[in-house]
């Protein structure tokens, strides 16, 4: 029973890869300008980093009327690893002051592996939805570093007296490509 639910878990972190390298092909076909492009690869801790791992980010392609959209929305990728093994998240980030200055508040909703559970010897991973709130601050015109405190909105099958706070934090550095 347990290799089906890993072959399951499998299958759906290598379809959200197949959907992130497929946006990312697409996001530099030549609709924005070079100095615009919105794709970063970064690494640290947190929800949005699989607990401890890699993120990418990418902004979606929009048809020209709202290519100014860009600027402001981006569809994000986790994967790492946690206790319970393999850990992802995948959901968006809302930088509603646009992504040019040097400090660029942001809105951030995941869904994925939001922690794991020790309970009678076994370690469960944790998967839930979340919405974080955080700034991402310019260090150099390609380089940045990610803070976000993170609030738990749901667990998929657990209560929250399981797990402690409500409230988790995220830090990483990123690159911009």
């Known amino acids: 029973m347990l290799r089906k639910i890993f072959k399951k878990e499998r299958q759906i972190i290598f379809l959200l890869i197949l959907f992130i390298l497929l946006l990312t092909e697409f996001s530099f076909s030549g609709s924005r300008k070079e100095k615009e492009s919105y794709f970063s690869v970064g690494s640290g801790y947190g929800i949005p980093y699989g607990v401890i791992g890699i993120n990418c980010e990418v902004s979606p392609i929009f048809p020209p009327r709202a290519e100014k959209l860009q600027e402001f929305l981006g569809i994000t990728f986790g994967l790492g690893y946690c206790p319970a093994g393999v850990a992802y998240a995948f959901g968006f ?85």
């Open 93 to 177: 980030n809302l930088y509603p002051l646009g992504r040019e200055k040097m400090f660029q508040p942001k809105v951030s909703f995941y869904h994925g592996v939001v922690g794991t559970l020790n309970y009678y010897g076994n370690t469960e991973s944790l998967k839930g939805l979340t919405l974080g709130s955080g700034l991402l601050v310019k260090l150099y015109k390609r380089y940045s570093i990610d803070f976000e405190l993170i609030y738990l909105l749901h667990l998929f099958g657990w209560d929250f007296e399981d797990i402690g706070s409500r409230f988790k934090i995220s830090v990483g550095a990123r690159m911009h490509l």
